[in-house]
């Protein structure tokens, strides 16, 4: 059986700019590498990332995450086995013995459990999806695309509270839902720069486009006529992620002009949903806003999805209290939200049991690896969010899906 003869943690640069993690690790002749993303949006109940402070890199540097990676995690794992995920997972936790990985770094922790996964699957010869649906225990199933087009919130530079703005193409594979997408996206480009100037075509953090709609329903309206001009109209579905926690100021939420209560949000929200007729409509409350879920989710009925981001943080306790409290009927699934794939396994696993729309996702701080288009095909997830199709990090993500339906 193969071992594990080194690892090493490095600082590379995500899509912000800032530093983020690289762990490389060997056996023998085979060497697989793990690009950690960052989010900006980050619920308070995720995993914790270890950043160095200071003035060096605004504070951002990670040379103590890498350092952990370099010494303890080194020395743990020096020799031990390849394909035993949930061992080796199970040792980064007690390790750490924090609970949120606040000691070792979420960020080191997620990046020795994924170059620990793929070097595992060469070892065994296997795609790296495969591999994880060994583990997971779930077949390969075409997830449906939330393509981030259009960016407002954190993400963007522009006046809208909301922070992505989904189209989700109706298609019966991978590279006709890519096609349908991009269309739209190259569409909307000529609407934005039509509706407003030449200036307001700049990119957000995940690609989509930045402009200066007014609200809500203007932006939209933006993705309705950009689906007319694309000719795929009757292919194309919206959502949105809200990321309500991100303009909750003072007990109130400032969206659209307004500060609005939670039932002033609720029916605000419901309002848009039923007139633009949203596919799904992701983390519409503060995490912290618990009983409005429940009841935005009585109005949505079955046929509309409200999905949990910062309110499930990819925690299976937490995904177990709001099925609980009949919340969500989705969730979204990052495994650097938790610290471990094992975990995020787990967490995707626990969501299908509730019979919810599953959705593995990126983070708008990104790098070049393509590991959650894989993630995303092994636990058989029903969706994925990658960002729009543009920007390299982006992009790595919906090439490596097409690889792997191709």
Known sequence: ????????????????????????????????????????????????????????????????????????????????????????????????????????????????????????????????????????????????????????????????????????????????????????????????????????IGLGEEGGFNPPAANTREALDLLKEAAKQSGFEDQVRMGLDVAASTFLAEGLYVIDGKKLSSEELLKHLAAIAKAYDLFAVEDPFAEDDKLPFAELKKLFGPSRHLIGDDLTATNPDRIHAAYSDDAVNGVIIKPNQIGTLTQAIEAANLARSYGWLVVASHRSGETEDAFIADFAVGIGADAVKFGAPARGERTAKYNQLMKIFS
């Open 1 to 200: 059986m193969k071992k594990i003869d080194r690892i090493h943690a490095r600082e590379i640069l995500d899509s912000r700019g800032y530093p983020t993690l690289e762990v490389e690790m060997h056996s023998g002749d085979l060497i697989a590498w793990a690009g950690v993303p960052s989010g900006r949006s980050t619920g308070k109940f995720e995993a914790q990332e270890l950043r160095d402070g200071g003035p060096r890199f605004d504070g951002m540097g990670v040379t103590k995450a890498a350092a952990n990676v370099n010494g303890l995690i080194t020395e743990t794992f020096k020799r031990f086995p390849l394909g035993r995920q949930q061992e080796f997972d199970e040792m980064l936790r007690g390790m750490d013995g924090t609970g949120n990985f606040s000691a070792l770094g979420a960020n080191a922790v997620v990046g020795a459990s994924i170059a620990y996964a793929k070097l595992s699957a060469l070892a065994k010869g296997v795609y790296l999806c495969d591999y994880i649906a060994g583990l997971s225990g779930q077949g390969r199933r075409m997830p449906k695309l939330f393509m981030n087009v259009l960016n407002g919130g954190w993400h963007a530079g522009n006046n809208l509270a909301v922070q992505e703005f989904h189209i989700i193409p109706e298609a019966n594979d991978v590279d006709e839902a890519i096609e349908v997408g991009t269309a739209l996206y190259h569409a909307l480009q000529r609407v934005v720069k039509g509706h407003y100037n030449a200036t307001a």
